[in-house]
């Protein structure tokens, strides 16, 4: 099924394909069964020759609204899509993923030798590429729509696109004129965006000069998220919260599951931040504008492969982030918008699972931002009002999710439950001269002597050594899935520390291990046992229940086989090699998928969710290979 794009300033019309045919680019190229909420609606639009603007939450998968469609539009032989994007690093993570799915997709930017740029002009030019990725600066130079000029174009697609609006919390004038390319393009435009509030919507349309645009807005509603904000004034109670919070969320081991993401309004403040974590254990790294290319690459590199877990960050550690596995997100400073603070919470628990987002708020908070807005070319009004809705967030005794929505104008009824508001935990943190303050920021002690003699008595009763941070959530009563592979679940002693916290519970099992009572078994995934004491029982194959040698890598999360941890192993063996992030190879749920079904034939593999062709033809044999090795052992 196909329709006619309309006239655009006398050019010729042409068809941009619809229905089935991008159905089936989802499915064969992208490995997945069904388009999210939201994506359809998208798709079926700029497929159909319309116009359309784009609202969808951070991790709702915007992207794909253009990109099945620039795909299918390619394969039909519609020409490239281009597309505008405002950081060089998203480009290159958005190529090579596109890459990895066998898309013929470039991008032109100044980081390029001038031999890279004339093969990437010459495969547009020939009609060898199916997206095209460019700068807003570049796309509005008089070369560049003269080589526009020279190309079949299916589609235009505007990413970042709030960024076209003075009121947007990213604004880059050059924006502004990417509405001179209906001038030398005849195709139907596509502007995405996840903040963007209904006058920053109305200011897109018209600065891009859309034509009757359909308009799609997804739910802001993000029901994995707690959301939090403490009152909190000085650096030093700021600190105290945010180590227990990464406590809280397990992050002071080197190894494990899940990651945190702290930002800074400043870099000499993230340089302050970082250096307390470090020292007081945490394996923690820095990223601002400030440091060299090459420290910064360094420093997401090591966050991407698990050697640090948590990061610290002024925002230009920002557009396209995408991991999975974020369980917090720490607000040290409140950013300067409503906007710019739910796109950075957004990043947390993509995954689908439980995740935090705290804000810390304070009189300081807004005058380093008027100071910082003073300083650009953002408008005393615009900065000011932007500062009022953080401050009423902060503030107001309502259910923070349902403020959130409805400062992008969608009006969720009920609340959310999760919150701090919607759980009567709402202001019960703030330093303005409370002497009750040490007691109100939980400050991670070891547990009194008697809970300590309970934790000798659980391990004692252990058939082999576990983790300590499984062992604190048993003694919590966690029903954590990993805990049953221990024995930890038929403990006498489950649950009997549950009025602790798990950060007390971890920092006495190390206090234990330091002065002799409990021993340390294994190197890199080190668990604890008692002294002395033999290992009766040796682990069985797949079991990942802590012991010396057989506990899941950094990331596996709940991948508890042989099978799973290879495959892990394996993504990021071919990441290192490729030079792409793990989830580019294939993501963590195609790992539980695989070892569910644990399919024996490339057909079986092709019904794996997230598995399309090119997946398929370049990683299959591999992937079949780890399959029949992990049989022949059972």
Known sequence: ?????????????????????????????????????????????????????????????????????????????????????????????????????????????????????????ERLLAGDLELLYVSPERAVTSSFKRLLGRALVALVAIDEAHCVSQWGHDFRPEYMRLHELRAVVDAPMIAVTATATRRVMDEIVSRLELCDPVEVRGSFNRPNLRFSVQHLRTDLRRLAATAHALEEAGLRARSGAGRAVVYCSTRKKTETVVQALKSTGFPAGYYHAGRTQLARERAQRSFDSGRIRVLVATNAFGMGIDYPDVRLIVHFQTPGSLEAYYQEAGRAGRDGEAAQCVLFFGPGDLVTQRRLSSASSVSSVRSEGALQAVERYARDARCRQQMLCAHFGVHDSDACGLCDVCTGGAGGLSDGGDPELERAVPIVTQLPAEAQQLILSAVGRLRRPVGKTNLARALRGSKAKSLGRGGLLMLVEYGALSEHSEASIVRSISGMLADGRLERRGRKYPTVWIPGRPVRVRTTAGATDGTSGSQAKPGVGRGTTDLARGLENYRRRMARSLQWKPYMVFQRRVITELDRQRPDTRDGLARIPGLGVAKIERFGADILDLIHACAQKR
């Open 1 to 121: 099924m196909t329709r006619v794009v309309r006239v655009i300033k006398g050019l010729v019309p042409r068809v941009v394909p619809c229905g089935k045919d991008v159905r089936a680019t989802l499915r064969e190229v992208f490995g997945h069964a069904d388009f999210r909420f939201g994506q359809r609606a998208a798709v079926e639009s700029i497929s159909g020759g319309r116009d359309t603007v784009v609202l969808l939450p951070t991790g709702a998968g915007k992207s794909l609204c253009y990109q099945v469609p620039a795909v299918a539009a390619s394969r039909m032989g519609e020409g490239t899509t281009l597309v505008i994007s405002p950081l060089i690093a998203l480009m290159r993570d958005q190529v090579n993923a596109l890459c990895g799915h066998g898309v013929q997709a470039a991008a032109l930017n100044s980081h390029q030798s001038e031999g890279e740029q004339r093969e990437v002009v």
